[in-house]
């Protein structure tokens, strides 16, 4: 048997995931828009055989800030539109794949399918959708809408815009076209499946005007670790992006979710696991750490009392450097990480606001500092002992930490046996070893087969 492999991916936010990277002495402040960066960092991400890239979007400008003034120092506001991107760095790369957010409150069945037929093509089968319910109220605003939806509707919404996406995939068998010049007919009307959903959200009738994608469907990511999440990423879930701060959370977390895949009779080890966290590395220890003080130091308190508000309210009428008081808001965002902002208040008393605007400086995700080789330890503790199946690395700012991850960490890696030296396939499900779903007719036709095949001969 091969030897498990770490999967990883990069996970893209803005000019850097860190609160405080873009105003580091070295970060290009332009990174966010800046098409050229993109693709030399997509060409050397596949250089370094990364399985992927990976946005996490919104359809907002997503900040509480109380007012423009307090908005203003918040550098996530110019993003690409993660599929037009997608679609220019696939261009310039030939393995590696791309996974790009799209919401399905937002976002209607078609539009969706038809957006990753299309793309799934276009790249030769290099893609994956993030599955996402959408959290901010700010998106609820730009889509007529005075409020964002509650949350358990927006995951019944989900599961069933998930079912009218996969049937719209499968409207068309994968040999359904057959173009036949001699008798002009252009596909066999037998192998289309018109999917004709009617539910208690969608009325889809299709077809699909595409053809079915390359992967069948491409890879499905879903980013909910709430309980509705976990059951969503139970049933539909190829890749579980999540965030984990310790690697007795991974663990249980991770045998929570393979729990969900079995519950739904699916294979546990075709589902992957994979956290988010944020590398600081220096050349030795205290260079890292003097990097993530000076990093910390450049989170701006307006920033990180907005990104407080979903979880806690209003606190910028407390001391900074004061205790963070017990008011933790009643929240239809993100509840698992609201959640686990509030054990660690709890398990911490004198917890400083300040402090817990510093917890937060990497959007919530795990950091680790280090140098390539204890950050590598700590992966591979992870790893080793079914924490994940891999990682979403999230660089603070751009270019230089990313570019250290290629150079140094993907080698340490490598040398200890835990990630790939180069692609094992084509399309990002060979890469990640995910089968292709056959087509849903093919598989009940293969069905009764095999229950033909296994009965037992009358005897005369």
């Not at 976990?230 to 890749?239: S, Y």
């Not at 340490?412 to 292709?436: P, W």
Request: aromatic share 8%.
């Amino acid at each position: 048997m091969s030897r498990r492999m770490m999967k990883l991916g990069l996970n893209l936010v803005a000019n850097g995931a860190h609160g405080g990277g873009w105003r580091m002495p070295e970060a290009h402040l332009g990174a966010a828009m800046d098409i050229r960066m993109w693709k030399a960092l997509a060409k050397e991400a596949e250089r370094a055989r990364f399985h992927f890239m990976f946005w996490a979007d919104g359809m907002a400008v997503r900040s509480s800030a109380a007012d423009e003034r307090q908005l203003s120092y918040d550098s996530r506001i110019d993003v690409f539109e993660p599929m037009t991107l997608l679609s220019a760095l696939s261009a310039v790369t030939e393995r590696m794949g791309y996974i790009a957010t799209v919401s399905t409150t937002y976002y209607e069945p078609f539009a969706i399918a038809r957006l990753f037929a299309s793309l799934d093509h276009i790249t030769e089968g290099r893609t994956g959708w993030n599955v996402v319910t959408s959290w901010s109220e700010q998106e609820a605003l730009n889509f007529n809408r005075d409020k964002h939806m509650e949350h358990a509707a927006r995951y019944r919404r989900a599961q069933e815009a998930v079912d009218v996406i996969l049937g719209l995939w499968d409207s068309w068998q994968d040999d359904a076209f057959i173009r036949d010049k001699a008798t002009g007919q252009y596909f066999d009307p037998a192998k289309l499946h018109i999917p004709d959903h009617r539910g208690e959200h969608f009325k889809v009738r299709g077809p699909l005007n595409a053809r079915r994608p390359v992967q069948g469907y491409p890879v499905i990511v879903q980013a909910g670790s709430s309980g509705p999440g976990q059951d969503l990423a139970g049933r539909i879930a190829e890749m579980v992006y999540t965030m984990q701060k310790s690697c007795a959370a991974a663990q249980a977390f991770y045998a929570s979710v393979k729990g969900q895949v079995v519950a739904h009779g699916r294979d546990p080890d075709k589902v992957l696991v994979m956290p988010g966290m944020m590398p600081i590395m220096g050349r030795t220890m205290q260079e890292a750490r003097d990097r993530a003080e000076q990093m910390q130091a450049l989170i701006h308190p307006q920033l990180g009392l907005a990104a407080l508000v979903p979880a806690f309210g209003d606190l910028s009428g407390y001391d900074l450097d004061g205790p963070v008081p017990q008011m933790l808001a009643d929240t239809n965002s993100v509840k698992s990480e609201h959640a686990t902002l509030a054990k660690q208040v709890a398990a911490n008393g004198s917890m400083t606001i300040r402090e817990l605007i510093h917890q937060r400086s990497a959007s919530g995700h795990h950091v680790i500092v280090g140098t390539p080789q204890s950050i590598a330890d700590e992966m591979e503790e992870w790893f080793v002992n079914r924490g994940c199946d891999g990682w979403n690395i999230l660089p603070p700012y751009f270019p230089g930490p990313v570019t250290e991850v290629f150079d140094q960490l993907i080698p340490e890696l490598q040398r200890r046996g835990l990630f790939h030296t180069d692609y094992e396939g084509v399309t990002l499900r060979e890469n990640l070893g995910l089968a292709r779903p056959d087509h849903p007719a093919v598989r009940r036709a293969a069905a009764a087969d095999s229950r033909l095949s296994m009965r037992v001969p009358e005897r005369r």
